[in-house]
T-cell receptor
């Protein structure tokens, strides 16, 4: 069964600190993996999209990694800001159908 | 800027009434749009795929007669929740795929908060 699991479920950090969110998937065949940020009461906004051949991709303070062999991805947030408080969703696209498989999300709270 | 819009952003309705939610792609055409439902602190659940010019494709367990989908044009899809009940209260989100550098990128609307009293 195609699944995407994220950890931790929730995370609290102090402003200015770094953090790393994890995503493990069993989706096969794999097309691409995306990280989205979803503010409370809003739709998801894309942070990064990674294909099979990419290992690392950065978008400002966000850096995503992908290990297609172990089927793991991580999202590293550097120098966190209060506005980083949101849910971060890992989404994997199935290769044959392009169907999106959503992870359960990690809820990040950044406190001053 | 936003490339997918939804209207309304919030709606409160009485039990038994119907509610229509619009999803628009603002500067591109989308022959396919997707409708999701999201409960508090849960991830998005795909409800159906809206196809321009043909019937929508519903996911298993989603009642097609309760959640009517009409893809009226290449930039507009509507979701109508018929005979709404309190258990239909949820956050409804649409998305539309747009060709990008790495294939199709999904752009999500801002969501519609439905409360059925």
């Amino acid at each position: 069964k195609n699944q995407v699991e994220q950890s931790p479920q929730s995370l609290i950090i102090l402003e200015g600190k770094n953090c790393t969110l994890q995503c493990n998937y069993t989706v096969s065949p794999f097309s691409n993996l995306r990280w989205y940020k979803q503010d409370t009461g809003r739709g998801p906004v894309s942070l990064t999209i990674m294909t099979f051949s990419e290992n690392t991709k950065s978008n400002g303070r966000y850096t995503a990694t992908l290990d297609a062999d172990t089927k793991q991805s991580s999202l590293h947030i550097t120098a966190s800001q209060l506005s980083d408080s949101a849910s971060y969703i890992c989404v994997v696209s199935e290769g044959n159908t392009d169907k999106l498989i959503f992870g359960t999300g990690t809820r990040l709270q950044v406190f001053p | 800027g936003a490339v997918v819009s939804q209207h309304p952003s919030r709606v409160i309705c009485k039990s038994g009434t119907s509610v229509k939610i619009e999803c628009r792609s603002l500067d591109f055409q989308a022959t396919t749009m997707f409708w999701y439902r999201q409960f508090p602190k849960k991830s998005l659940m795909l409800m159906a795929t809206s196809n321009e010019g043909s019937k929508a494709t519903y996911e298993q367990g989603v009642e097609k007669d309760k959640f009517l989908i009409n893809h009226a044009s290449l930039t507009l899809s509507t979701l109508t929740v018929t005979s709404a009940h309190p258990e239909d209260s949820s956050f409804y989100i649409c998305s539309a795929p747009r060709q990008g550098l790495f294939g199709y990128e999904q752009y999500f609307g801002p969501g519609t908060r439905l409360t059925v009293t």
